[in-house]
């Protein structure tokens, strides 16, 4: 089990990957907005962060570099949870320093694999 914090202001989103996390066994933190993510990334220190990019007032690709700037989650593992599927996104995403990459709307099997290959990166993989 790890600890994630998703960033999503879409409740539909939202609900559906928190079911999806949860029924896979993990504890699942909620934002709404970047603000609240950025907060509830400092104090909980989760073992992933699934950023939406399209947030009312700062957007996930802001919210990120403000992640990487403060030493208290600059090494944070954050992947792009995002509805963007054209062509070049995923690799403007990666090369704006996202870790990984999800494209909405999310697949379970592959989202999980996904999940599971980032925590496992960060140290956090089954039964640890
Ligand atoms: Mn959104």
Redesign the pocket.
């Given at each position: 089990m790890a600890r994630i914090l998703i960033v999503?202001?879409?409740p539909v989103?939202m609900k559906l990957t928190v079911r999806v996390l949860e029924y896979d066994g993990h504890e699942v933190l909620q934002a709404e907005d970047a603000a609240a993510g950025l907060r509830l990334a400092r104090e909980q220190q989760p073992d992933l962060v699934l950023m939406?990019?399209?947030?009312p007032g700062m957007d996930g690709i802001a919210a990120l570099g403000e992640l990487r700037v403060d030493a208290a989650t600059a090494h944070l593992k954050v992947a792009a949870l995002?509805?963007y599927a054209m062509k070049g996104d995923r690799e403007r995403l990666l090369e704006a320093g996202f870790d990984g990459y999800f494209a909405k709307p999310i697949r379970h099997k592959e989202f999980l694999a996904g999940v599971a290959g980032l925590l496992a990166e960060a140290g956090r993989g089954r039964g640890q």
């Open positions: 999503e202001d879409n989103s939406d990019i399209m947030l995002t509805a």
